[in-house]
């Protein structure tokens, strides 16, 4: 595959990729790697592997079992996916922070973000997936900053 074949197919692969976040199909979403990676910019944190996927999902599905997203632009270049999306969700279950553990609100957030997706060359897999946040801004949205 190649030229605009696999542009159409990386693109297809991402959305499909943010989907199934939304719907907890964790083996669906694994799939859609190469090699499971996330690089949580704004947190500074890896998580490299599937073991270390599947606890971040866990991790951070506890407190918003409902998150959720909404493309607002999506395009292709070189061997990169760029998305900009709305992160949305619900605060209903308890949330780890460093100051402690916040118990769930029942409040809702939207925050705008953009993440990256980079494929290996000639490949619609998924090799890490990079999202650029203000992790501040799902507190402030929740009103706990």
């Known amino acids: 595959m190649e030229g605009q074949a696999l542009a159409d197919a990386r693109l297809q692969v991402v959305r499909d990729h943010m989907r199934l976040e939304c719907e907890h199909d964790w083996d669906a979403v694994i799939a859609t790697f190469a090699h499971p990676r996330y690089e949580m910019y704004g947190a500074g944190q890896v998580f490299d592997g599937e073991d270390a996927v599947r606890r971040y999902f866990a991790a951070s599905r506890t407190p918003f079992p409902d998150q959720g997203n909404e493309v607002i632009a999506i395009a292709h270049g070189g061997d990169t996916v ?64």
């Open 82 to 145: 760029l998305v900009e999306f709305w992160l949305t969700g619900t605060h209903l279950g308890p949330l780890r922070l460093p100051t402690g553990v916040v118990e769930a609100t029942g409040k809702t957030f939207r925050v705008r973000i953009a993440a990256s997706f980079e494929f290996a060359p000639g490949s619609d897999r998924i090799v890490c997936e990079r999202p650029y946040f203000d992790q501040g801004a799902v507190l402030r949205a929740l009103g706990l900053a």
